[in-house]
């Protein structure tokens, strides 16, 4: 179903850098549209991280940075701390569709 | 501070429909529109459809389109969705989040309801 492509997993030691891939297409990322970034911990509501590609959510830390490139986009958390444990989801638009789609989901884990 | 709060968990038999709501608060709610997203058991989040809190105008996705609809009550600021015709494929945690009030391709969803479990099973 998901036309975003994550890599399943990452892990980190804490106070290390981690990345998370999203890979799209030409019908959406490659098209122009948007990403989007959320973070989904167990037992709670997914939190907006990133909006418009590169733009931190009020309150996010500046530990998470992303950015947007051709057909994909990454997010990248710095000085990971073990409350970052979570899935992390991309989210753009697919003209192919229509509508709005997410990445397969990655979960960071904490060393 | 926004705020949405949904309906309590649900456990429907196959064939059945469900109707789940959504009480927002915190902001104009004519000013945004209600996204409504769910997430299978392992699976990742999957968007099913949009209503304007203005105009009620929706938008959904062609894979629920002739089973889901999505209304809105501005005199509550709730919205509700509801989907007919249910299988046991369609057990999931349905949220719903604020959106941008148009359709736009550009919009994020912020913030998210707290989810609704639906079990369907015989």
């Known amino acids: 179903q998901s036309v975003l492509t994550q890599p399943p997993s990452v892990s980190g030691a804490p106070g290390q850098t981690v990345t998370i891939s999203c890979t799209g297409s030409?019908?959406?990322?490659?098209?122009?549209?948007?990403v989007h970034w959320y973070q989904h911990s167990p037992g709670a509501a997914p939190k907006l991280l990133i909006y418009a590609n590169n733009h931190r959510a009020s309150g996010v830390p500046d530990r998470f940075s992303a950015s947007k490139s051709d057909t994909s986009a990454t997010l990248a958390i710095s000085g990971l701390q073990a409350e970052d444990e979570a899935e992390y989801y991309c989210?753009?638009?697919?003209?192919?569709?229509?509508?709005?789609?997410f990445g397969t989901g990655t979960k960071v884990t904490v060393l | 501070q926004v705020h949405l709060v949904q309906s309590g968990a649900e456990v429907r038999k196959p064939g059945a429909s469900v109707k789940v709501s959504c009480k927002a608060s915190g902001y104009t709610f004519t000013s945004y529109g209600i996204t409504w997203l769910r997430q299978a058991p392992g699976q990742g989040l999957e968007w099913m459809g949009w209503?304007?809190?203005?105009?009620?105008?929706?938008y959904s996705a062609q894979k629920f389109r002739d089973r889901l609809t999505v209304t809105v009550d501005t005199s509550t600021t709730t919205s509700y969705m509801e989907l007919r015709s249910l299988t046991s494929d369609d057990t999931a945690v349905y949220y719903c989040?604020?959106?941008?009030?148009?359709?736009?391709?550009?919009?994020?969803?912020?913030?998210w309801g707290q989810g609704t479990l639906v079990t369907v099973s015989s």
């Open positions: 209503i304007s809190g203005y105009k009620g105008n929706t």
């Open positions: 030409s019908s959406n990322i490659g098209a122009g549209f948007d």
């Open positions: 989210h753009s638009y697919a003209s192919s569709l229509p509508g709005y789609v």
């Open positions: 989040a604020r959106g941008g009030v148009i359709p736009s391709t550009r919009n994020w969803f912020d913030p």
